[in-house]
């Protein structure tokens, strides 16, 4: 277990260098923008500027200094948590960022887990009846949920389910839930609506915050369940071949008992790696099918937030989704240490 | 020796590559879903082929969609659904969507194939050569792709489309040159590295490098916001080929015909070229038919919130992009479910064609699962 | 050693269904194992002596084929055919009365498991009962005899199969039933000579040596004192002096285990050493049988002869046989062994030798010995 402390700390040190390096790159990337402009972003009213005011705000800000004088400063506001004003929203970033991810949260709650275990399970059972009509059906269908666009799918399940049969709404809550929630009365625990809906004995705001999510659920996870199964059939076949496996029957073993037991951990090592991936990817992306549903969640706001030159605000939904990138990859890291304990000794 | 001679050696040389490509394609040709996926492609590129004949174009920019001035004097904002005259119907600000939906496929494929190929030869110099020499190139190599990997690209696209005014590419001829002996090189890693073939290449290249500084003429092309979302898609896009290829080279360089070829005294370059890079490329090519989908797929979700292809121009992102407005009134969807319904069945049964292929390359080139 | 067969192969014939063709790998194997020896079987690589190890387990992979043949095993006196059991009889009898070790230890351990927990699974298995009763006896000597946990061994042993002790079994206490299954783990890694057992059991296959992991791997195939052990080459990988140290380890537990031993091998020396009789094997078919001392002075098969020839001796010249292994795709009719055979009869092109008896416990498949009428 010592091993596993050493290699834990490794990572650590891994990265906080990668985090750096990658605000880094999102820093320059904004550097490409004109002193001008980068100006417009300390102005909260900008009507009243001219020409000269803009030169001094340039002046008083810095932004002509060297690139690394600028992101010092940045880097600076960053670690004491002021990552600036998104003028989108009108509140801090800081703000935009804690009050949005509650959305974001709930969809990728449901989605996770139900594009991890089904994936799993069609995995190994398309491994097991290779060429069988389940592998086949699977496969296909694994194709095509793959290769739709996101945003596609999710107007085409909104003029189904909405349009036609009106059964899943649009938004995050229907109108009424929505006042229920923002009276006085109603204490915001976790700011997860679902959470707060039970804690405050509302069950009706659970169960309608429930069914604004199904759709943008469904969405996600048709597109995404696709890449874990095939991750998870082709491990699941390269470990079947391997003489282990030779081993496990030779010893009177049952058959599910070798597949599930001898077989499918060995197999879940890639696919361990494949879902940290997707839970991060999740958690820091969604842009598409929030601006579809019209989901107010970190994606949403960072899609409104590029196309409204919000700098800030990309900023910061960048140096989330980095950060969210990078910590992902250190829980897989260690994830696949325990899972492999090969791994722990390189 | 003689040219005969030549001719013949190569010919023997070649042998066994041929042998594995018949085989190859005598795998695919028993997998149904390689040939829908292989039909579904060519019905595609047929389609771009034939697109001036099919839709003839209506002004001097074949991929501006042609507006129907006539209806939009009477109703600007509302679709009108498939007529006679609009095959598929018209989209917000009647934009034909038969005229786009056809012109779009050659959107389509200059999207996939322009960023695989920059992308895949980028990845796989980089990846090849900190695989290769190891050490703290190697390091360096990867901590700077684990960087851009966790780079959102969304974000590096919306800023280049913002940021970046008037870009123009400029094509230099001796540029064209170099890259022209290095994709001559990379076809012949594959059909026969021979030595003579490969000198003859590097003086090509060294014959671009040298007019550059004598010659240097060069056309300019002017890019829109499309190709500024592809360049920053070919960005953050090359470090994923980097990665793969590294994996196979650094499990092939362990080899032991690698190490014979070392040991009589081939050139680093010849190693990799003969020995290493024949060997570890196939998953590369199965990572680059699915990323064609992939890369389609993204230009097109930037199309949508509007960074990407201009309003009028054919590309089936931007056509979906054109019923937005159909989200903040989802009561008119069905109505008009022509417009975003017929561009989506266009991009997703091209990102079907491609995908297909590539899971039946990935089955075939596998070498554990092969020859059963 | 009495005479009784504890397994007969009869006329196995396995083919392999692949994309270059069919590939005939076993054309008609005669092998008997009797009770209590050690069987060496000999052959070049790729002449189907693994697939004919597989076979007796049924444990063949596709795309290869049982094709024909019979496998008899004795099966507490009564002899049953193999090739005809059903699934539930043949995982009764992997790992209990026939087991099986490989050539490469480490690849054939799970890497993610446990010493431990890879041997106490096959206990666990087919020793079930016997370990309850370990557990009961255990329980009642220290007087907790009256416990609940107590009270589900003895429920567990009078109705295995009840819903209630299955549910019981998986969700109750079962601390003394592992422990007693950890126990037998630790005694089976002390009979193979492992050093510290206790220790080795909570190893990884990756941390093990090869001997060690083989060692292991031989452990686990005695833990249920099988009537057969097939042992496919499993000292081809080791270092010689690791190979001299189970070697003997093997000959030991002949004696301690009672087992008969099937085993694989392209090493004429260590056939030499370790086993009673002696098949020899070419090209999918089994051309001679012998005592080992028959065989070694007398070798009647042209190829046997050949074989014997072409160990290098001080002073001798190398020798070798002439020609190639026949690719299996297409075999020569008649005799395998005809174009590279310096006494090739005009029948040995025809007509395929049976295995016929030559002299005494000595059954040789070739012409010269008779059997062209």
Redesign the interface.
């Known amino acids: 277990m010592a091993n596993l402390a050493a290699y834990i700390i490794r990572r650590l040190v891994l990265l906080v260098f990668v985090v750096l390096g990658v605000t880094a790159l999102i820093f320059a990337v904004t550097m490409m923008f004109d002193p001008q402009v980068r100006a417009y972003l300390y102005v909260r009213n900008i009507q009243r500027m001219d020409e000269e005011g803009i030169e001094g705000v340039v002046m008083k800000y810095g932004l002509r200094d060297p690139f690394y004088m600028q992101y010092g400063r940045w880097l600076g506001e960053v670690l004491q948590g002021n990552l600036g004003w998104s003028q989108s929203t009108s509140m801090p970033v800081a703000d935009a960022i804690r009050t949005k991810w509650p959305y974001t949260f709930q969809i990728v709650l449901f989605a996770a887990p139900i594009i991890i275990f089904v994936g799993i399970f069609l995995g190994v059972q398309s491994a097991i009846h290779r060429n069988d009509p389940i592998d086949h059906a699977s496969r296909v269908l694994s194709i095509i949920g793959w290769s739709l666009p996101s945003f596609w799918v999710g107007m085409l399940l909104l003029t189904v389910f909405y349009n036609v049969l009106n059964w899943f709404p649009p938004g995050p809550l229907s109108r009424d839930m929505f006042v229920a929630v923002s009276s006085p009365n109603f204490m915001r625990y976790t700011h997860v609506d679902i959470f707060d809906g039970l804690l405050n004995l509302r069950p009706d705001v659970t169960i309608d915050a429930i069914r604004h999510l199904i759709l943008p659920v469904v969405t996600i996870v048709t597109i995404d369940v696709a890449l874990l199964i095939r991750v998870m059939r082709s491990s699941m076949l390269e470990t079947l071949n391997k003489p282990y496996i030779t081993t496990a029957k030779a010893k009177g073993l049952s058959k599910k008992v070798v597949i599930y037991k001898h077989a499918r951990r060995n197999a879940l090592i890639p696919v361990a790696t494949l879902s940290g991936m997707l839970v991060a990817g999740l958690l820091g992306g969604l842009m598409i099918t929030e601006t579809v549903f019209g989901y107010p969640g970190l994606g949403s706001w960072a899609a409104s937030a590029a196309i409204g030159l919000d700098m800030p605000a990309v900023l910061g939904y960048a140096v989330l989704s980095a950060l969210v990138f990078v910590v992902a990859n250190l829980i897989v890291d260690i994830l696949y240490a325990y899972i492999d304990p090969r791994i722990r000794l390189e | 020796m003689s040219l005969k001679n030549r001719w013949q050696e190569f010919k023997v040389g070649l042998t066994p590559r041929i042998k594995e490509w018949r085989f190859m394609l005598k795998r695919m040709r028993g997998s149904s879903l390689a040939m829908a996926g292989l039909i579904i492609i060519l019905g595609y590129v047929a389609m771009a082929i034939l697109a001036p004949v099919i839709a003839p174009p209506q002004s001097s920019d074949p991929f501006a969609i042609p507006l129907d001035k006539e209806i939009r004097v009477l109703q600007n904002e509302q679709p009108t659904p498939p007529t006679f005259r609009h095959i598929f119907g018209t989209t917000q600000y009647q934009f034909d969507l038969f005229y786009g939906c056809i012109w779009g496929s050659i959107t389509a494929f200059r999207i996939g194939v322009f960023v695989v190929a920059i992308s895949l030869l980028v990845g796989l110099l980089v990846g090849t050569a900190s695989a290769y020499y190891g050490g703290i190139l190697d390091e360096t190599l990867m901590r700077f792709t684990d960087i851009i990997i966790a780079f959102p690209g969304l974000i590096l696209a919306m800023a280049l489309v913002l940021a970046w005014q008037q870009p123009t590419l400029e094509i230099s001829i001796s540029l064209s040159l170099v890259m022209i002996s290095v994709m001559v090189s990379f076809v012949l890693i594959f059909v026969h590295p021979d030595r003579r073939l490969l000198a003859m290449n590097q003086l090509v290249l060294l014959l671009g490098l040298a007019s550059s500084f004598f010659f240097p003429i060069s056309i300019s092309i002017p890019l829109n916001n499309l190709d500024k979302v592809l360049v920053a898609i070919t960005i953050v896009g090359w470090p994923g080929y980097a990665r793969v290829i590294r994996g196979e080279v650094l499990r092939i360089k362990n080899e032991d015909y690698v190490e014979a070829s070392r040991a009589s005294g081939s050139s680093d370059i010849r190693t990799i070229m003969h020995h290493i890079l024949p060997n570890s490329i196939y998953p590369l090519l199965i990572v680059a038919t699915l990323d064609i989908g992939s890369i389609v797929l993204s230009a097109a979700a930037l199309s949508f919130i509007g960074i990407g292809a201009p309003e009028y121009y054919a590309d089936w992102g931007q056509l979906i992009s054109r019923s937005r407005f159909l989200i903040s009134d989802p009561t008119l969807m069905v109505r008009n479910i022509h417009t975003f319904l017929i561009p989506g069945l266009f991009i997703s049964t091209f990102v079907v064609g491609w995908n297909l292929l590539g899971d039946a390359l990935r089955d075939v080139l596998d070498p554990m699962l092969r020859r059963r | 050693m009495s005479q009784r067969n504890i397994a007969e192969v009869k006329d196995l014939e396995v083919r392999f269904y692949?994309?270059?063709g069919v590939v005939e790998a076993l054309d008609g194997v005669n092998l008997a194992i009797k009770e209590g020896e050690i069987l060496g079987l000999v052959g070049e690589t790729g002449c189907g002596k693994s697939v004919t190890s597989l076979s007796v387990?049924m444990?063949v992979?596709?795309?290869g084929k049982i094709e024909g043949g019979k496998i008899l095993f004795d099966k507490q006196g009564k002899k049953e055919d193999i090739l005809t059991m059903d699934?539930n009889s043949?995982?009764?009898?992997?790992?209990?009365n026939i087991?099986?070790i490989?050539q490469?230890p480490r690849?054939?351990?799970?890497?993610?498991?446990t010493v431990e927990d890879q041997i106490a699974?096959?206990i666990l298995?087919?020793r079930r009962m016997e370990l309850l009763k370990k557990a009961v006896d255990t329980l009642e000597k220290k007087h907790k005899g009256k416990t609940f946990e107590c009270g589900n061994y003895r429920r567990m042993l009078k109705n295995p199969k009840s819903l209630i002790t299955r549910l019981i079994a998986k969700f109750g206490s079962n601390r003394t039933f592992n422990n007693e299954a950890k126990k037998e783990v630790v005694q089976v890694l002390k009979s193979v000579e492992i050093p510290d057992p206790e220790r080795v059991a909570q190893m990884?296959p990756?941390e093990l040596s090869g001997g060690m992991a083989q060692r292991t791997?031989i452990a686990?195939a005695l833990s249920c004192n099988p009537t057969l052990l097939i042992a496919d080459e499993p000292t081809t990988n080791l270092d010689v002096t690791v190979q001299a140290q189970i070697l003997n380890l093997i000959r030991g537990l002949k004696q301690s285990f009672k087992s008969s031993i099937l085993y694989i091998t392209h090493d004429l020396g260590v056939v030499a050493q370790l086993c009673d009789r002696v098949a020899v094997m070419y090209a999918g078919n089994i051309i001679e049988t012998a005592d080992v001392f028959e065989l070694f002075n007398s070798p009647l098969h042209p190829y046997a002869r050949a074989l014997l020839e072409s160990i290098p001796r001080p002073g001798k010249p190398f020798t070798s046989i002439p020609g190639f292994v026949p690719s299996l795709v297409n075999p020569p009719k008649g005799c395998r062994f005809n174009d590279r055979c310096s006494y090739a009869m005009e029948v040995c092109r025809r007509v395929k030798p049976v295995f016929l008896k030559a002299k005494e416990e000595h059954y040789v498949a070739c012409f010269l010995y008779g059997g062209s009428e």
């Open positions: 692949t994309y270059s387990m444990l992979p596709p795309p699934d043949l995982r009764g009898l992997r790992g209990k087991a099986m490989f490469e690849a054939y351990l799970n890497p993610v498991y699974e096959v298995v087919h990884y990756h791997l686990m």
